[in-house]
């Protein structure tokens, strides 16, 4: 199926997903150019090749664990998070799967980034703290300096620190190699921040599910909020492309959106299948799109004529 919009040139294409009840989450690039995703409804960890349009998909040894996180490691494989199964895990690029059980029970791991030690970081959001884990699966976690119930979800690196968004928090907030945490309040009460995605600039985006806007947080911790005119929009993820513009999925509204780095509305696109229920969205290395709907089950592409 296809949606177009002619005077953007964007095409929205989907990718069904071979198993049913999948319930694609998060996706991320992974190191053999193929797009890797957690299927949270099934336990298996998920890949599409952008060429053909394969997939390959591998059940993961914990059933009804609930993956939700995956990022590319520094070692060639993929590390992951198991939501409900408490653990989190690696997977090589051919489907072998380690996992490693972390210490705070029923903590629930979820977002995931690789960290400028070399490590991997993760938010144990159920537990109101992050979680490290190096290449040979040892877990740290740092629980201190977090506002109580703050519900810490998804990383970014940057600045040789780790930055988290906290959804029942209305803050971000920076976390040191050291554990050491400093918050920063969103201009917007109960803005219940998601997704993050680190700009060419050096500032973070972020999205803001409640406050239907997209905030910003320069290098010196000021943050700004832009507006997004798409009502009752339920923003779930957001990237950036190498030509530094933003783009979001709106889940309630099915709709991808588009925003200049100056916080200028370029666009939104409807997604063909209704209620697909968008999340994340990822940038490929080459500058592809890609996007998880979680209830109808799909990988999406946002094709951009003369990208």
Request: hydrophobic fraction near 35%.
């Amino acid at each position: 199926m296809s949606a177009s919009d002619a005077a953007a040139r964007v095409t929205i294409r989907e990718h069904r997903i071979p198993t049913p009840g999948s319930r694609p989450y998060i996706c991320a690039p992974g190191p053999d150019g193929r797009l890797w995703f957690c299927e949270s409804g099934t336990a298996r960890i998920g890949c599409l090749d952008p060429g053909s349009g394969a997939f390959e998909e591998f059940a993961l040894p914990t059933p009804d664990s609930t993956p939700i996180g995956i990022i590319a490691g520094a070692e060639g494989a993929l590390w992951f998070t198991e939501n409900t199964g408490n653990k989190v895990g690696r997977i090589t690029t051919q489907g072998a799967i380690t996992e490693y059980p972390v210490l705070t029970p029923a903590s629930g791991p979820n977002g995931i980034v690789l960290g400028p030690d070399g490590n991997v970081w993760f938010s144990q959001t159920d537990a109101g703290q992050v979680a490290r884990v190096t290449p040979d699966g040892e877990v740290t976690e740092f629980a201190r300096g977090f506002t109580r119930g703050c519900r810490p979800l998804s990383p970014v690196a940057r600045d040789g620190a780790l930055w988290f968004s906290e959804a029942a928090a209305s803050q971000v907030a920076r976390v040191g190699l050291d554990g050491t945490v400093t918050e920063f309040p969103i201009p917007s009460p109960d803005s219940q921040p998601r997704a993050m995605a680190v700009h060419p600039d050096g500032s973070i985006w972020f999205v803001e599910t409640s406050a239907n806007a997209l905030g910003r947080i320069d290098a010196a911790g000021r943050i700004t909020e832009h507006p997004v005119p798409i009502p009752d929009a339920s923003l779930r993820g957001v990237t950036v492309t190498p030509d530094g513009e933003l783009w979001f999925t709106a889940n309630a509204a099915n709709r991808i959106g588009r925003m200049a780095p100056d916080g200028t509305m370029l666009g939104s696109y409807a997604i063909p299948t209704s209620g697909c229920g968008a999340r994340c969205i990822a940038t490929m290395p080459d500058g592809r799109l890609f996007f998880t709907g979680y209830d109808a089950g799909i990988i999406g592409e946002v094709v951009r004529e003369g990208a």
